[in-house]
Structures are given as C-alpha cells and as structure tokens.
C-alpha cells in the first residue's frame, strides 16, 4: 500500500523561500514517477511539476519554472519541492502524488496535502 | 495550456438519482481524461483513467465515457457517501490540467 506524507508547509513572506517534503513508503521513488500539484482554495487542482523514473528527468509548469525545483533523496525515498521567490499566487495546499507507469499521465495515489500560505 | 470546462458547477440529487456530469475540452484530446473524487480536507482519489478505465476498488456505479472533446461521468444510483466535489483532468497536452470542479449535494 502507497503512503505519501508532505510536510514543510506554512506562512512565508512573498519573495521568501520554502521546502517541502514527501517521505514515501510502499514505493520506490527511484523508479517512479512522482508529482507536486496544488489546489488554491475553492479551486481546482493545478499539476506543479514532476520528475520522472531512473534518469530523473524534471517537468515543471511554467508559472513556476525558474522559481521551484523538484528534487528525490533516493537513500531516504523522499520528494522535494524547493520553492523560492513565492508569489501570493502559490498560496495553496500542495500534494505529492504518484504516477502509474512511466509518465505523468494520472495521479493514483497522493499525499494528505501540505498548506503554504504566502502573505506579508 | 488545454481548458476543461465541467457542468454543472454544482448540482444536488436525491439518493437513488443517475447524476451525470459534463467535461469538455478545449482541444481534442482523443481519450485521455480521467476522473477525479474529492471530499472536504482531503486529497482527491482517482476513480476513473482514460476515459473509462474503473479504478481498482471503485464502485461499479461509477462510469465515466467519451472522446474527442466532449465526456461523461455517471453516478448510476447516487449514495449518500458519494457527496464530494468532482474533477476532471486531461494528459493529451502538457501540462496535465483540471477541470473546476462539480460539487454533488444530496437534496
């Protein structure tokens, strides 16, 4: 049974920095496919970003790009988000999930969420 | 970035009820569309992939169909544990996105 379990949400100041955890058990994040989406409140989910099987690959969406990294710790099975230079607009709740197969084609099993709220 | 459009926003059905909600896409996106169930605080569980896939251990009352632009997902009789809010997503063009959402009410 997959388990996902972020943690590393909370207040930041716009223009601060954050790290978000995923620690995952019942997977093995070096051969999976493994994303960050986020759901403001009162809306839908929106996909982040992703990283991809044994190589690695990174995906991000482009609202984020340049400002966010996804990384893995392999030796801990844990997922990373790496957020920098936050906006208002990254307020939200962010969850880790993963994906059957070898794309991030759909999300089969996420995480309870973390809430990042970004004010000053 | 490829719009989904879900109607209704919101509706309410009695016990029972067939509940039937409405995707559409901005683009062709053949079959790739899966079908999403989320209830308060917590996160969103995958019921339905490509268009039509059941996911492993979802009620067979639950049916999603379509292709192209245009998809359905079907409550065939409506449990009281079935009210949550209703997402769909698509993966033909990235990034993967989501529709905003059908919030289903017991009336």
């Known amino acids: 049974d997959v388990q996902l379990l972020e943690s590393g949400g909370g207040l930041v100041q716009p223009g601060g920095s954050l790290r978000l955890s995923c620690v995952a058990s019942?997977?093995?994040?070096?051969?999976?496919?493994m994303s960050w989406l986020r759901q403001a409140p009162g809306k839908g989910p929106e996909w982040v970003s992703a990283?991809?099987?044994?190589?690695?690959?990174?995906y991000y969406r482009g609202s984020v790009k340049g400002r966010f990294t996804i990384s893995r710790d392999i030796s801990k099975n844990t997922l990373y988000l790496e957020m920098n230079n936050v906006r208002a607009d990254d307020t939200a709740v962010y969850y880790c999930?993963?994906?059957?197969?070898?794309?991030?084609?759909?999300?089969?099993?996420w995480g309870q969420g973390t809430l990042v709220s970004v004010s000053s | 970035d490829i719009q989904m459009t879900q109607s209704p926003a919101s509706l309410s059905a009695s016990v029972g009820d067939r509940v039937t909600i409405t995707c559409q896409a901005s683009?062709?996106?053949?079959?790739?569309l899966n079908w999403y169930q989320q209830k308060p605080g917590k996160a969103p569980k995958l019921l339905i992939h490509?268009?039509?896939n059941l996911e492993t251990g979802v009620p067979s009352r639950f049916s999603g169909s379509g292709s192209g632009t245009t998809f359905t997902f079907t409550i065939s009789s409506l449990q009281p544990e079935d009210i949550a809010t209703y997402y769909c997503?698509?993966?033909?063009?990235?990034?993967?996105?989501f529709g905003q959402g059908a919030k289903l009410e017991i009336k």
């Open positions: 990283i991809v099987g044994s190589g690695g690959a990174t």
């Open positions: 999930a993963k994906s059957p197969g070898t794309w991030y084609n759909y999300f089969d099993s």
């Open positions: 490509d268009a039509s």
């Open positions: 019942g997977v093995t994040l070096r051969s999976s496919v």
């Open positions: 683009h062709d996106i053949n079959k790739f």
């Open positions: 997503q698509q993966y033909d063009n990235l990034p993967p996105t």
